[in-house]
């Protein structure tokens, strides 16, 4: 780090000698941009040397572009109940619409508020 000589820290006026030392200090201490990697400046992961190789999942975010990952059966992206395997056998009640079971609930429930 360069030294600089303030005239708040000496208490008094700086000489000439004592600017241009402050000068030259500066100048000797800067950094030659020429001497940094081109990546110091642009910043792009592209100029890095020495790199890792990344893998395609790493930029597309893709699940398929995973290697090793496991195969998910098609549920998993549809969501869709009749694309599920080994579901049970439901009764018929299960496709009626819920409307059919009304009237037979507010009985039920009429007939065990009189008790």
């Given amino acids: 780090m360069a030294t600089i000589v303030t005239r708040a820290g000496k208490g008094s006026p700086l000489t000439?000698?004592?600017?241009?030392?402050?000068?030259?200090?500066?100048?000797?201490?800067?950094?030659?941009?020429?001497?940094?990697?081109t990546v110091a400046t642009s910043g792009l992961y592209s100029d890095l040397s020495g790199a890792p190789t990344l893998a395609t999942v790493a930029t597309s975010g893709l699940y398929s572009d995973l290697s090793g990952a496991p195969s998910l059966a098609t549920v998993a992206t549809t969501g869709a109940y009749s694309d599920l395997t080994?579901?049970?056998?439901?009764?018929?009640a299960a496709a009626a619409d819920t409307t059919d079971f009304d009237a037979a609930g507010t009985a039920l429930a009429l007939a065990i508020a009189l008790g």
Avoid: R
Wanted: no cysteine; aromatic share 4%; charged share 15%.
């Fill in 16 to 37: 000439h000698a004592e600017v241009d030392a402050n000068f030259n200090n500066l100048n000797t201490d800067k950094v030659d941009s020429s001497a940094l990697a």
């Fill in 86 to 92: 080994g579901t049970p056998t439901l009764g018929t």
